[in-house]
């Protein structure tokens, strides 16, 4: 059995901010059923911590980043988790990324350093008679550690993969010393990025391979536009980039069994679902299609784009209910909008009980992101015979067959994709999706084409494993 060692920032069902703990939580039990034994190195942020039933110590650290630590060991939810409990970097008020305010924390490149020179450690020494044949990394907060794993003098295969360039992980040049590494390794050719010590650029460069969550998105990276300065060195790496689409967790998202809904095996079942979405964001009836959206409020997710265009869905008929949280600006934007239009519910905060209600009672998803390196959102839509109506970018080009005429003919469609990505496109696309949605024998095939469409983890994580072995092949 491969053994590989996951170091993330997020897993759920312990922490989640985004996409990225619902693939460090979903991906290590498929993997397990493709022979591959993954640990979880997490961060022990308080809201873990409070979360962790029986642990054991595994190793203990007497200063590790300005002070002590311990490693601890135990299973949740079907994931075997290695724990990283520093209370000095992780036990704090606020969230996990930030304070309250949202401005990050100052000390966010020694708490994610922390994390990736223990998983350097682990690979080196092993953990409990555990060594792992592959370190396998998930974006900048373990970008460090092929660094650490490169002064130990271990030669385990890393895998690096991209969910989301945005974030490069840069810290202060100053920082050298503090963080350990390696001065004469501060080049444009090691982590050195425009003066400044990137993680992300350490990850990219001492990956064996690297991959992000979505062919298109793959490809997307290789150019400036989307690489936001990593392009060059990306284009660098190109034969060892590749892309892998996320899945979903099937049972976690599975609508014949969810405990969070009026359970359905076929999409006639959402009506139930629906009447009381609209009853739980106080919209009334409608004759368009019902939309929804789950999301971090971000520049990256589109939402201005949303309420530029929003008049083309009122006046369709349609409605939207919103679930997100996250840039003050956005959030007020979008209260000020649902006030003066009784079909713009929005509710601000974070529920993942709610977000299953969504998927289940909403007609369409929305997903109308400037780039979205793979979307979860609307697989779960495509799951719950929601339709998507995404940009067509990254992954949701690669996830969402749009309803052009030639697919529609041949009825394979299973929802709508707008480009270019901007407001008047997507206005476009809300005329379109209110006029199938009254076609109801063509609606009724795209919700059976959506139901039917494989969102589950099989073939990507049938990919990641011939990765792993190719990769510990070569390196044994
Ligand atoms: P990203 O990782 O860029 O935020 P994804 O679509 O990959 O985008 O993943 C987002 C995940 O977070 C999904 O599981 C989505 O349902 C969830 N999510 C985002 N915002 C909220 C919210 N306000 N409430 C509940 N779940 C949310
Ligand atoms: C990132 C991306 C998102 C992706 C998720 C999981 O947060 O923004 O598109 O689905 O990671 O890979």
Same mark, same amino acid.
């Given at each position: 059995m491969t053994k590989a060692l996951f170091v993330v920032s997020?897993?759920?069902p312990l922490v989640k901010t985004g996409g990225l703990a619902d693939v460090a939580g979903a991906l290590p039990i498929v993997l397990a059923k493709h022979g591959v034994g993954v640990r979880v190195l997490l961060p022990g942020y308080r809201t873990v911590m409070a979360q962790l039933g029986k642990t054991k110590t595994v190793a203990r650290f007497d200063a590790l980043f +300005?002070?002590?630590a311990e490693?601890?060991?135990?299973?949740?939810?079907g994931l075997d988790m290695l724990i990283l409990d520093a209370p000095h970097l992780y036990d704090r008020d606020g969230a996990i990324y930030g304070d309250a305010t949202g401005a990050d924390w100052p000390d966010n490149a020694e708490r994610f350093a922390a994390l990736c020179k223990v998983a350097a450690l682990i690979a080196a020494d092993g953990i409990d008679g555990w060594t792992p044949d592959v370190v396998h990394g998930h974006d900048w907060q373990a970008g460090l550690t092929p660094e650490y794993m490169h002064a130990l003098g271990v030669t385990t295969p890393f895998v690096f993969t991209i969910h989301n360039i945005a974030f490069h992980g840069n810290a202060d040049a100053g920082k050298l010393?503090?963080? +350990?590494?390696?001065?004469?390794?501060?080049t444009s050719e090691h982590f050195e990025f425009w003066g400044q010590i990137s993680a992300l650029k350490a990850g990219i460069v001492g990956a064996a391979k690297i991959n992000t969550v979505s062919q298109t998105y793959a490809e997307e990276l290789l150019t400036p536009d989307f690489g936001i300065g990593m392009d060059g060195i990306l284009r660098a790496r190109q034969s060892d980039l590749s892309g892998?689409?996320?899945?979903?967790d099937v049972d976690v998202w599975n609508p014949a069994t969810d405990p969070n809904i009026t359970p359905y095996k076929n999409a006639a079942g959402k009506a139930a679902n629906k009447k009381a979405l609209r009853k739980t964001f106080g919209l009334g009836q409608s004759s368009g299609p019902l939309c929804v959206l789950v999301s971090r409020l971000t520049e990256q997710k589109g939402i201005d784009l949303l309420l530029d265009a929003l008049p083309a869905l009122l006046e369709g008929g349609g409605q939207i209910a919103l679930l997100g949280s996250g840039d003050p600006k956005l959030e007020i934007a979008l209260l000020e909008a649902a006030d003066t239009h009784a079909n713009l519910a929005v509710k601000i905060g974070y529920d993942e009980t709610l977000s299953h209600q969504m998927m289940a009672g909403g007609d369409a998803v929305l997903v109308p992101s400037r780039f979205e390196p793979c979307g979860l959102t609307q697989l779960y839509g495509l799951r719950y015979g929601t339709l998507p109506l995404v940009a067509l970018t990254g992954g949701l080009a690669d996830t969402v067959i749009n309803a052009s005429p030639a697919a529609l003919t041949r009825g394979v469609a299973t929802g709508l994709?707008?480009?270019p990505i901007n407001a008047q496109a997507l206005a476009n696309a809300f005329v379109r999706l209110c006029d199938l949605f009254q076609d109801k024998a063509t609606w009724k095939t795209m919700q059976r084409n959506a139901m039917k469409q494989p969102v589950d983890w099989d073939t990507s994580a049938a990919t990641y494993k011939d990765m792993y072995a190719r990769l510990t092949e070569v390196a044994s």
């Open positions: 997020e897993c759920a +300005g002070g002590s490693l601890l060991s135990c299973s949740v939810a010393g503090d963080l +350990g590494l390696d001065p004469a390794r501060f892998i689409v996320n899945g979903i994709q707008f480009f």
